[in-house]
């Protein structure tokens, strides 16, 4: 196990090829890849590389069944029931739209799908295609001004006719964590999906306990490559639902009379899936499993604690967010008072401190705080108080040079 902080960095390719001052706080986008999931991706295609599912020589063999484990890793890692819950996909948005395709098959003019206003675009704009084609209606559980759910709006909100819940763990803007069990309880008998793509890469999970019925990461987020993620369902459910994509490797038996469809996790498979970014996906999950998340834990909350104090000394700065430290993790959006955020960003970026600018791909979110834009730190394992400490810092030059 190792200590979270620099230590972490000498797993992690990027701190050793890019020159300092090099702070990178932008995780919430996109983890740097760690060196056993870089290793996998390139041995993969440089070793090992050969299709999966149906070859019989010996590579084709061996791609398979490393592509088998890696199913079995990830169900490890979210806590599954079984490797046939876990579909391979193209990452959070991919599994979103399998599963929001799927059960729109099942929803009638009338029915309810719940959603928040804390969600990140790919958590509304695939419920919004599905209800504009079911006859729907769409729900929000609103935001309080702290920048979390305000669920104390579930009694009204929830009705007979709430078929989905569809909700984010922890907010990419305000980084505040969403209390599932709650929100399970108040709907126990709706379909419950969960965008994880913020939470997966702070330690494995337990899907089991959420409650849930379908859960979605990103590879990349959670220090694997680009271009591979995981949409988990529960076995029965997986069974009842339709396909998304069509084509090769989701069949049972294709004829001009007719298709029929492979057993779950393939039916949601079409095509040649993304091997070796799955295979480093596995191997990043691994890794992290090997960590003691309860100390890295603490360590990052240290530090945001540290960047929470550091942003309430400077006057003319307000945090989008929740400003304790309960019920969070280190993802920290603020606006500078009289300054776009994009010139926030790019100040901070001539000094070697990588924050993302925007609107996070959360504008209802936007529109209810009144905001155009925020600027965005987000914290890994890897990160520590000189990164913490680079952006304060940074932040004084931006208010000298802009305001």
Request: proline share 5%; net charge negative.
């Amino acid at each position: 196990m190792l200590a979270p902080g620099r230590a972490v960095r000498t797993h992690f390719p990027i701190f050793s090829n890019v020159e300092e001052p090099f702070h990178y706080l932008d995780n919430g986008a996109t983890g740097q890849i760690v060196d056993e999931a870089a290793d996998a991706l390139l041995y993969f295609e440089t070793g090992a590389r050969a299709n999966v599912k149906r070859g019989v020589y010996p590579l084709a063999d061996a791609a398979t069944n490393a592509f088998d484990a890696a199913r079995d890793t990830m169900a490890r890692y979210l806590g599954a029931g079984a490797a046939d819950e876990v579909v391979f996909t193209s990452g959070t948005t991919m599994a979103i739209n399998i599963v929001a395709h799927a059960l729109a098959e099942g929803l009638a003019p009338g029915d309810e799908i719940l959603v928040s206003g804390l969600e990140h675009h790919s958590n509304i704009v695939p419920w919004q295609l599905v209800a504009g084609r079911s006859g729907a209606v769409l729900c929000v559980i609103p935001v309080t001004g702290e920048g979390r759910l305000d669920l104390d709006a579930l009694d009204v909100l929830v009705s007979e006719r709430t078929r989905v819940v569809s909700v984010t763990h922890v907010s990419n803007v305000t980084g505040a964590i969403t209390d599932l069990t709650r929100i399970r309880a108040a709907a126990p008998h709706a379909t419950m999906v969960v965008d994880g793509a913020q939470r997966a890469p702070h330690g494995s999970l337990d899907v089991q306990s959420i409650g849930c019925d379908f859960y979605a990461l990103s590879s990349h987020k959670m220090f694997g490559p680009t271009g591979a993620g995981v949409l988990w369902g529960r076995e029965a459910l997986l069974e009842r639902l339709p396909p998304f994509l069509g084509g090769g490797e989701m069949i049972r038996h294709v004829s001009f009379d007719g298709t029929s469809f492979a057993a779950p996790p393939h039916r949601f498979e079409a095509g040649t899936p993304a091997i070796g970014p799955v295979l480093g996906m596995a191997a990043a999950a691994r890794w992290m499993m090997q960590q003691d998340w309860q100390a890295w834990a603490l360590h990052e909350k240290l530090l945001t604690e540290r960047l929470l104090r550091g942003l309430e000394t400077i006057d003319c700065i307000r945090v989008v967010g929740p400003v304790g430290l309960q019920e969070r993790l280190g993802i920290v959006a603020f606006e500078v008072d009289g300054v776009h955020a994009h010139d926030v960003c790019q100040v901070l970026g001539s000094r070697g401190v990588c924050l993302r600018g925007g609107h996070h791909c959360a504008q209802p979110l936007m529109d209810v705080l009144d905001l155009a834009a925020t600027a965005r730190a987000s914290l890994a394992p890897y990160n520590d108080s000189d990164d913490v400490d680079a952006l304060l810092e940074g932040l004084s030059e931006v208010i000298r040079r802009l305001r």
